[in-house]
């Protein structure tokens, strides 16, 4: 699949960002029948199942060699195991709108890593929008850290392994991304990523808690299809055209989706602090993605010697 035109592709990021700010509160719903891990599992198994179904019916290639199936491994440990399990753990200790304001450490992390991965040089606005960013998210987390102690803060750090595992993954297959069919690769990685999930299932969780119902089964659907399989196969189309900053960027737009979400179905409402803290997140990505759009500018201009 071929994003062509500019306006195109950031059209499909928003699209992205907002299936992704509805992961949250159908997390939060599918709790109340499902322990986490498992539902995590549940997720990433079945949407890695039918990528490689498509994949297979499509007659797309397989990744090959040890060393791409261990990239492939490395991205689901880091996009699916910490991610997912990082979301699904948090899901009933932190808020589905603070969690997505949360998440969204995500850009930052991968900022950086994309500096020593991909060569991304940041220069000092990267540095300052990275630097409001973490003050702003430090604010958004500051209920949850001073609240209820330490079930406030476990919550909190959940989110954040849950970010750092995403910024991981998506730093290595930027990096990899031209040599991987993205149907196989996609459903190799989830299904893989699966794995440590169910693994975690078995060992620590009751599965007596599991019940299925006609909400349970809703959620699960709308999990796996709007919030992975279609998010993830755009996600891997703009990644061959697109800077992962800028992409990366845009993903600050989540919690606005999450909070108007949080607000409207679960009555979420934040303290002074926290509204301080999603400002200056969204600051962050507005100076980032308009320094580099005038450094772009800039060279343009700059006159041939």
């Given at each position: 699949?071929?994003?062509?035109?500019?306006?195109?592709?950031?059209?499909?990021?928003?699209?992205?960002?907002?299936?992704?700010?509805?992961?949250?509160?159908?997390?939060?719903?599918?709790?109340?029948?499902?322990?986490?891990?498992?539902?995590?599992?549940?997720?990433?198994?079945?949407?890695?199942?039918?990528?490689?179904?498509?994949?297979?019916?499509?007659?797309?290639?397989?990744?090959?060699?040890?060393?791409?199936?261990?990239?492939?491994?490395?991205?689901?440990?880091?996009?699916?195991?910490?991610?997912?399990?990082?979301?699904?753990?948090?899901?009933?200790?932190?808020?589905?709108?603070?969690?997505?304001?949360?998440?969204?450490?995500?850009?930052?992390?991968?900022?950086?890593?994309?500096?020593?991965?991909?060569?991304?040089?940041?220069?000092?606005?990267?540095?300052?929008?990275?630097?409001?960013?973490?003050?702003?998210?430090?604010?958004?987390a500051s209920?949850?850290?001073?609240?209820?102690?330490?079930?406030?803060?476990?919550?909190?750090?959940?989110?954040?392994?849950?970010?750092?595992?995403?910024?991981?993954?998506?730093?290595?297959?930027?990096?990899?991304?031209?040599?991987?069919?993205?149907?196989t690769a996609?459903?190799?990685?989830?299904?893989?990523?699966?794995?440590?999930?169910?693994?975690?299932?078995?060992?620590?969780?009751?599965?007596?808690?599991?019940?299925?119902?006609?909400?349970?089964?809703?959620?699960?659907?709308?999990?796996?299809?709007?919030?992975?399989?279609?998010?993830?196969?755009?996600?891997?189309?703009?990644?061959?055209?697109?800077?992962?900053?800028?992409?990366?960027?845009?993903?600050?737009?989540?919690?606005?989706?999450?909070?108007?979400?949080?607000?409207?179905?679960?009555?979420?409402?934040?303290?002074?602090?926290?509204?301080?803290?999603?400002?200056?997140?969204l600051a962050?990505?507005?100076?980032?993605?308009?320094?580099?759009?005038?450094?772009?500018?800039?060279?343009?201009?700059?006159?041939?010697?």
């Open positions: 699949m071929t994003v062509r035109t500019p306006v195109m592709r950031t059209a499909v990021i928003i699209l992205v960002v907002f299936l992704w700010a509805l992961c949250y509160p159908l997390i939060a719903l599918g709790l109340a029948d499902a322990p986490p891990l498992f539902l995590a599992a549940m997720r990433a198994s079945t949407a890695g199942v039918l990528l490689l179904a498509t994949g297979a019916m499509l007659g797309r290639p397989l990744p090959s060699g040890s060393t791409q199936w261990l990239g492939v491994a490395v991205i689901g440990f880091g996009t699916t195991t910490l991610g997912f399990g990082g979301m699904f753990l948090a899901g009933g200790r932190v808020s589905p709108g603070l969690a997505t304001v949360l998440s969204s450490t995500q850009p930052l992390i991968a900022a950086m890593l994309g500096y020593v991965a991909l060569s991304e040089w940041l220069g000092r606005q990267g540095l300052l929008a990275l630097a409001l960013g973490f003050a702003g998210v430090a604010l958004v209920d949850g850290l001073t609240g209820d102690g330490s079930f406030g803060i476990v919550g909190v750090l959940y989110v954040l392994l849950a970010a750092l595992g995403v910024a991981v993954g998506n730093v290595l297959l930027k990096k990899l991304v031209k040599r991987f069919d993205p149907l996609l459903g190799g990685q989830f299904a893989l990523g699966s794995l440590p999930l169910w693994a975690g299932t078995i060992a620590l969780e009751d599965l007596a808690q599991f019940r299925w119902s006609g909400s349970l089964v809703l959620v699960y659907v709308a999990l796996v299809v709007l919030g992975t399989v279609i998010p993830a196969v755009l996600w891997f189309a703009l990644l061959e055209r697109e800077d992962l900053n800028r992409m990366n960027a845009f993903t600050f737009l989540t919690p606005i989706f999450a909070l108007l979400l949080g607000a409207a179905f679960f009555d979420e409402r934040l303290a002074a602090l926290q509204w301080v803290g999603t400002v200056l997140v962050a990505v507005v100076l980032s993605v308009s320094f580099r759009s005038m450094e772009r500018i800039a060279a343009r201009l700059r006159p041939t010697p």
